[in-house]
């Protein structure tokens, strides 16, 4: 089915939006239009077994046992209706419409009729009704062909997904609130499965897949797809959780249509309720939403991270609270399989993120420490850049994070950056943010999708390959060379000594001067500003001269640490050739002075300090308590290429060329 197909029957569900506008608003269309579409669905997989099923009604009509497995097998699927109405019958029954659809969506199987439920469908009829819509609704849908043969599973999520994208900027979705191209998950799984291929063709093979924030199950049907192409004997089983109810149940019909069990596509959110606690899986992918908080679920998460530790999921360490995105990745990473004395077992994981999780975070914050956990571990495989403005809600650029527990040896302790921003068609016409689209080797276009895998699976060698033609587009680390010191460099702290307007006010506005009996602090100020000499280079020639002067005048000199630290606060004066404060005779820092550098992991920081710092500030030191550990991946740093500014006599030129230009076409409108 071609694109245009699948426009075509998107067109037909929307215009159903002309019969609501008035009565619903833009952001409500899809309560009504994605479960009519799912429920058109629904009934025609049925329509070929639905008298088969009938019969089957009336066959054990009377009798006291559990039909519901006989009634699947009359179906052939993992669901069914037992009653002899259908969409077209009820619209040709206005007056009894409401009351009809009532009766045949109770008579699905309790599996569909739940998915109907979480669009709260029986609500959406009621209103449908009582502004005489719903007959009309119903009619529209009934010349909508749906059926298998003319619509393939596959194909029916591209329409899912049409629609849902419309109903998303109807509602105003953020950014992160996408949904991925088809040709973008083609990719992501191919970089997730190709490492496997041999096995998988292996007689017999059984896989579980996971996506737990799988929206409308697209991720799933294309690895359920994939891996079939690979070995059609395999047996592939999907699971997956979703938040959003008309997302979770267009996934679940999804499944029902194929045969899968739906209830492995959970309900809920994954952070609080693990809809597949304690369960492993072979791969792991997901596209979660970019830059969405999680204060709905921080006390269960911030529970389990304080009382499992490392023995839950989010021991590493909990991001900010407005990104949940490496949440996702610590859920997932909990749910590969454990690797084997033989090196058997094991999973492989991709995920998208945005660019915030390479190196959001200061170093031991907690972006960081899950970085460094990652790579600890050596779990990072690879993270490939994708061109920008490749989805429909966002223009952002993205990447893909392929991780595993069972690298080659070749990989272990490395990781792969692979740049692919350039691979990319600019599509005929724009759909929402998305105007660019990765080339899949058809009517001409180059095939991205195949060129990327391969220089993923070749990028050792080409790395190492200074002359070979993608050499720029792949780099190779060390795990370790991600890693960096945060260290702290202190400056002492130099001051002189003076007696101003503006010290002195400072002085007197001091908590433990204002604290002094009103006479002595009165003769204290007196003394102080008739002293002749009012500067001085050292604290203790201050010091003696100003008590000197308040004892001389009649006053008591205030003694204690307080005092003698307010003084100082307030006519020391900062000076580059001032006197060094000490502190248990070691230099005091000034804390404005204070500065800080990333040293990389491994090298001697007082190297670095002797090497980079001194020659400029030669009085300078590291304070070891404040070192810090930190993990960041700065990956466009490392593909930047320096491109020089063009040559001032070229602009001059292009400006001269572009000024006769003006004059020519002013002269010829003056003619």
Request: some cysteine; glycine content about 6%.
């Amino acid at each position: 089915m071609n694109s245009s197909k699948h426009t075509e029957l998107a067109n037909h569900a929307w215009s159903v939006a002309d019969l609501l506008r008035g009565d619903y608003k833009q952001s409500d269309y899809g309560k009504v239009i994605l479960p009519f579409t799912v429920l058109r669905r629904l009934e025609c997989v049925l329509a070929p077994t639905r008298d088969k099923v009938v019969e089957t009604v009336v066959k054990f009509k009377g009798q006291d046992i559990d039909t519901d497995r006989f009634l699947r097998r009359a179906s052939g699927h993992a669901f069914y209706n037992t009653s002899e109405l259908t969409l077209q019958k009820i619209a040709g029954d206005p007056k009894n419409a409401a009351a009809n659809l009532q009766v045949y969506v109770g008579a699905f199987s309790a599996n569909a009729r739940e998915v109907l439920e979480k669009y709260d469908f029986q609500q959406q009829v009621k209103k449908l009704d009582e502004a005489n819509l719903l007959y009309q609704v119903i009619g529209e849908f009934t010349d909508l062909d749906l059926r298998p043969e003319t619509v393939p599973n596959h194909n029916m999520g591209y329409i899912f997904e049409e629609l849902i994208r419309r109903f998303s900027e109807q509602s105003n979705e953020t950014a992160g609130e996408h949904f991925t191209p088809r040709e973008v998950i083609k990719l992501m799984v191919e970089l997730l499965v190709a490492p496997d291929t041999d096995a998988l063709t292996l007689p017999g093979a059984v896989r579980t897949v996971l996506d737990p924030a799988c929206g409308t199950g697209g991720m799933l049907s294309a690895m359920d797809d994939h891996i079939e192409e690979e070995n059609e004997h395999a047996t592939v089983e999907v699971y997956g959780q979703e938040l959003n109810p008309e997302s979770w149940a267009i996934c679940r019909s999804d499944l029902m249509i194929k045969g899968q069990d739906p209830d492995n596509i959970a309900f809920g959110n994954s952070f609080s309720d693990d809809g597949h606690a304690r369960r492993t899986f072979d791969y792991i992918l997901a596209n979660p939403p970019f830059g969405v908080d999680w204060k709905k679920v921080k006390d269960a998460v911030e529970y389990e991270h304080n009382t499992l530790r490392e023995a839950g999921r989010f021991g590493a360490g909990l991001p900010r609270i407005n990104d949940g995105s490496l949440l996702f990745l610590q859920h997932m990473l909990s749910k590969m399989k454990p690797v084997d004395v033989n090196g058997g077992g094991g999973s492989r994981v991709a995920i998208v993120f945005n660019g915030s999780p390479l190196f959001t975070g200061a170093a031991e914050s907690g972006e960081s420490n899950i970085r460094r956990w990652i790579l600890e571990n050596d779990w990072l495989e690879g993270i490939v850049a994708l061109p920008d403005q490749l989805f429909y809600n966002t223009g952002i650029s993205t990447y893909f994070w392929i991780l595993t527990n069972r690298k080659s040896r070749d990989h272990k302790g490395k990781v792969v950056l692979l740049d692919a921003r350039d691979y990319w068609v600019k599509m005929r016409k724009s759909l929402g943010d998305k105007r660019k689209e990765l080339g899949d080797g058809k009517n001409g276009r180059p095939n991205h999708i195949r060129e990327i895998t391969n220089l993923y699976a070749e990028a050792l060698e080409v790395a190492k390959d200074p002359e070979h033609a993608l050499h720029g587009k792949v780099k190779v680390f060390a795990n370790e060379d991600f890693g960096y010191q945060r260290i702290t460099v202190e400056r002492p702290l130099k001051l002189r000594f003076e007696l101003t307007e503006e010290t002195l006010a400072a002085l007197e506005a001091s908590k433990v001067v204002q604290k002094l009996p009103s006479a002595d602090s009165v003769l204290m100020f007196d003394a102080f500003e008739s002293m002749p000499v009012r500067s001085w280079a050292t604290k203790q020639e201050a010091w003696v001269a100003l008590k000197d002067a308040v004892v001389q005048a009649g006053g008591t000199w205030p003694t204690g640490a307080p005092f003698s630290k307010a003084l100082r606060d307030a006519i020391g004066v900062r000076d580059p050739e001032g006197e060094v404060q000490k502190v248990k005779d070691a230099p005091e820092p000034d804390a404005e002075l204070r500065d800080y550098e990333n040293v990389p992991l491994g090298e001697d920081v007082e190297e670095y300090l002797k090497r980079e710092v001194h020659p400029h500030v030669p009085d300078a030191w590291i304070d070891h308590t404040k070192t810090k550990i930190g993990y960041e991946i700065p990956f466009t740093r490392h593909f930047y290429v320096y491109e020089p500014p063009r040559p001032l006599a070229e602009i001059d030129a292009e400006l001269k060329s572009l000024e006769a230009q003006i004059q020519k076409l002013l002269s010829e409108v003056t003619e």
